[in-house]
């Protein structure tokens, strides 16, 4: 069969080609893919090309499909799996597959499985690690979304407090206590806002910062602080910028006690050396901002470490646990990863998002794998629609939702222009 997909040969080398697919072996599964999120990591790859862990060394003769956060439809099982999968279920897959050793990953690793792909075949590697999930939701892009809130389900996971007299760890943010997201108005962090003011345990005061004024007003825009309260959360969004003294007055909104967690979601020095001088008593830093230096590093405060037990932890990706956690909250309503995207476009637009993706504002990017459309703002639809009646009518959608995407725009683009 034919299929469409974005593949990278080298340093930044994607190109956007028509193939022949193989047909499936018993052990494998063909689907169809619906939606890709782009994620830095696939700017990242496509800067590195075979310098990459997950890229194989042979790519510019044997080149993969790229894109890992995707979601779409089983189209064929083979016999191997049709006591497990079928025809018509709805899926998204756990990317990291660390199989028999290798570091193997959707959208690095493989010639015909990747998001940025019309259809994939799925290789038998993914269902024997339990990596490929059936999603019940209404809509595909929620379930192309679930990688990237479950790398922020996993860092609240990962983040640990201590019992001096027995030295046992509590793992999880401190209930009731004082939380901040530093740059955290790019796409993880908007997914941890949503997470931090909706999940089970939650912070008493939730302080968001971002120098980007823009991105900061969207995320006041979504996230309302009244929502935040009726759920115990006292809720700010503060621009550093407009402060004489950012640890000072940050310290002061804590009542002088500090940060009993602090997330830093942008790989720069100043904020994880603001986020260590703020710090409570046995207070924890979490890093999840994936720097491209290896050598970025930030002085931390040694006393406070030995008098004060702050601590530090890191992550750089989740589990398969995390991603059906992240897919239950979807089904029950509880988190809404709509508020994560900015912009939409079609396969012919991928190339040119991911090579320009650090320029691009906004969080978000979504592309819809089967129809023809240049990058999109949603907050452009409306201007679109002046020159096309489509797009008057999917602007309407979205303004009618606060701005934001949803499960009847998805169906509206998808019967409309695919």
Not at 240 to 257: F, K, Q, S
Request: aromatic letters at 10%.
């Amino acid at each position: 069969m034919k299929n469409k997909a974005l593949r990278l040969y080298g340093k930044k080398d994607l190109r956007l080609e028509e193939f022949e697919m193989p047909d499936i072996k018993e052990d494998e599964i063909l689907a169809k893919v619906v939606t890709n999120s782009v994620c830095m990591s696939t700017y990242k790859t496509a800067l590195q090309g075979a310098d990459h862990k997950r890229v194989p060394d042979n790519v510019a003769e044997n080149p993969t499909i790229t894109g890992h956060e995707f979601a779409g439809e089983i189209l064929e099982v083979g016999e191997k799996w049709q006591d497990q999968f079928s025809a018509g279920q709805k899926f998204t897959v756990q990317p990291a597959l660390e199989y028999e050793g290798s570091s193997y990953a959707a959208g690095y690793s493989y010639q015909y499985f990747g998001g940025n792909s019309q259809y994939v075949i799925i290789p038998p590697e993914v269902m024997e690690l339990g990596y490929l999930l059936k999603y019940d939701g209404e809509s595909y892009f929620e379930a192309s979304l679930a990688e990237p809130v479950a790398c922020v389900i996993a860092g609240y996971k990962t983040v640990y407090h201590t019992h001096p007299k027995d030295y046992g760890h509590d793992h999880g943010i401190v209930e009731d206590g004082k939380m901040a997201l530093f740059g955290a108005a790019g796409p993880m962090g908007l997914a941890a806002i949503d997470y931090a003011v909706h999940a089970e345990k939650t912070p008493s005061l939730l302080v968001v910062t971002d120098v980007n004024q823009q991105r900061l007003d969207r995320a006041k825009r979504i996230f309302h602080k009244e929502d935040a309260a009726a759920n115990g959360v006292e809720l700010h969004f503060v621009n550093p910028n407009d402060l004489d003294d950012t640890v000072a007055e940050l310290n002061a909104m804590t009542d002088g006690e500090g940060f009993d967690d602090l997330f830093v979601y942008a790989p720069v020095r100043e904020l994880v050396e603001q986020g260590d001088q703020l710090l409570a008593q046995d207070g924890c830093l979490h890093f999840f901002a994936g720097p491209t230096d290896k050598d970025f590093s930030a002085e931390v405060n040694f006393y406070d470490v030995h008098y004060s037990a702050t601590h530090f932890t890191g992550s750089s990706g989740s589990n398969d646990q995390d991603m059906k956690d992240a897919l239950k909250l979807f089904e029950k309503g509880s988190l809404n990863p709509a508020k994560m995207i900015t912009h939409i476009g079609g396969l012919d637009s991928a190339e040119g998002v991911i090579l320009d993706l650090p320029n691009l504002p906004g969080a978000k990017k979504l592309i819809y794998t089967d129809i023809e459309m240049e990058l999109t703002a949603l907050s452009d639809l409306k201007e679109k629609g002046e020159e096309n009646p489509l797009f008057a009518e999917l602007a309407q959608i979205v303004e009618a939702n606060n701005g934001l995407w949803s499960r009847k725009a998805e169906e509206f683009l998808l019967e409309n222009l695919s």
